[in-house]
């Protein structure tokens, strides 16, 4: 049996892996999905508007409606030249399993696809509640953007989150928020600088103050981090030319009870204070934004605000996953992501309990000779399995 499921999940995670699927482009990888999923003899595979996919199995009895989910896209390859092995080639060498979306998180989709499907098979769906696994696209760049979508249709209860953790149980995440600070100035010819009022001036003293700001502290998550990530002066280049604007991004990881609002507030208010120094300063704060045009030919924007989520680590959910992780015969130790996932929306805009559940560690991702373990996999595969056993009896 063990030999039969290792080769539908090498099998499983070659074809998705084979289907290049970087963020708006998941078409093939959806469609690759979809499939296995009809094929397994899930009740109902459906293709949402956004393009991500999910499926449905439904229990014998009533119950929970137990939410697996994970993401079709990838983050590009980068320069192939550096890859020793083919990103979609899936080649297989010394047990790794060697291409783009491998760890992150294409076997693992496939991991809880096989695992859904067999657990339901074997039981004959002698099971209480629903199992639903959900395919998101864009996830790489909009965490939890495609997500909202998929809450709204399946009304999930609880959620397994499959990115990588190691074969470890992850009760929480630090969020993120991606900030946009502007300065306003007034142009003038770099020779005669004071007609001017020099943006990128202004936006040193702002620096200064973002910078002595301390951050708060999770005794679980770590540090609310505040950090510059680029800086750009206009026009640009100033050839001559005192620059009249200047943008600063931050990347802001948020911890539990820090919204919207309190974020910009904590910025707002150092603006303030290097503006009671300089009345003339004109400066700004604002979430960034962003969109993309799903392969659906849907357009999808959002603000780059994922909020942070965690869940009490003597929740039922967190207790009964440990102990069907166990019945597998692993031994998962509880921590947190240190990168953010669908998390920020499941658990930090809905507030469903979540957890994350894996193969992989988690700096396998986004990496030149991404690989995973073919052993992980099976050991995935007999995770999700246990936990399923345990939550759907
Ligand atoms: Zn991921």
Redesign the pocket.
């Known amino acids: 049996m063990i030999e039969s499921c290792r080769r539908q999940l090498v099998e499983f995670t070659r074809e998705l892996v084979a289907a290049r699927s970087p963020s708006g482009s998941e078409d093939g990888a959806a469609a690759a999905a979809a499939r296995w999923m009809s094929i397994l003899g899930f009740d109902r595979v459906v293709v949402d508007e956004l393009g991500s996919v999910w499926g449905s199995i439904t229990g014998a009895r009533d119950g929970r409606r137990v939410l697996l989910d994970g993401?079709l896209d990838t983050v590009e390859v980068g320069d192939e030249d550096q890859w020793a092995h083919d990103p979609f080639g899936t080649e297989e060498v010394q047990g790794r399993l060697y291409g783009r979306g491998t760890s992150?998180?294409k076997g693992a989709l496939a991991a809880m696809i096989l695992a859904a499907a067999d657990f339901a098979a074997d039981c004959a769906r002698d099971f209480s509640g629903d199992i639903l696994v959900s395919c998101t696209v864009c996830?790489?760049i909009f965490e939890g953007i495609a997500a909202r979508r998929m809450s709204a249709e399946l009304r999930p209860e609880w959620v397994i989150l499959g990115?990588?953790s190691d074969l470890n149980l992850k009760r929480g995440q630090r969020g993120r928020a991606e900030l946009w600070v502007h300065t306003e100035g007034k142009t003038a010819h770099s020779s005669n600088p004071g007609a001017g009022r020099n943006a990128v001036y202004d936006m040193m003293h702002i620096v200064q103050k973002l910078q002595g700001l301390t951050p708060r502290v999770d005794s679980f998550l770590g540090e609310g981090i505040m950090e510059l990530t680029d800086i750009c002066s206009e026009p640009y280049p100033g050839r001559s030319m005192v620059p009249e604007l200047c943008k600063a991004t931050y990347d802001r990881r948020l911890l539990p009870g820090e919204d919207r609002e309190s974020v910009l507030e904590q910025v707002n208010t150092a603006l303030e204070k290097v503006g009671s120094n300089d009345p003339g300063l004109s400066a700004g704060v604002q979430c960034a934004s962003d969109e993309i045009t799903c392969y659906t030919g849907v357009r999808m924007a959002a603000e780059r605000f994922f909020p942070a989520w965690v869940i009490e680590e003597d929740h039922l959910l967190v207790e009964a996953a440990a102990e069907g992780l166990r019945r597998a015969g692993l031994s998962p130790q509880v921590s947190h992501y240190s990168f953010c996932?669908n998390g920020s929306h499941y658990a930090g805009e809905r507030g469903l309990p979540s957890i994350g559940f894996g193969p992989s560690p988690e700096q396998l991702?986004h990496i030149t000779d991404e690989y995973v373990l073919v052993e992980d996999l099976v050991s995935a595969y007999k995770g999700y399995r246990g936990m399923l056993e345990v939550l759907m009896s």
Do not use: G, V
Request: proline share 0%.
């Open positions: 993401h992150d998180m996830e790489e990115e990588a996932t991702a």
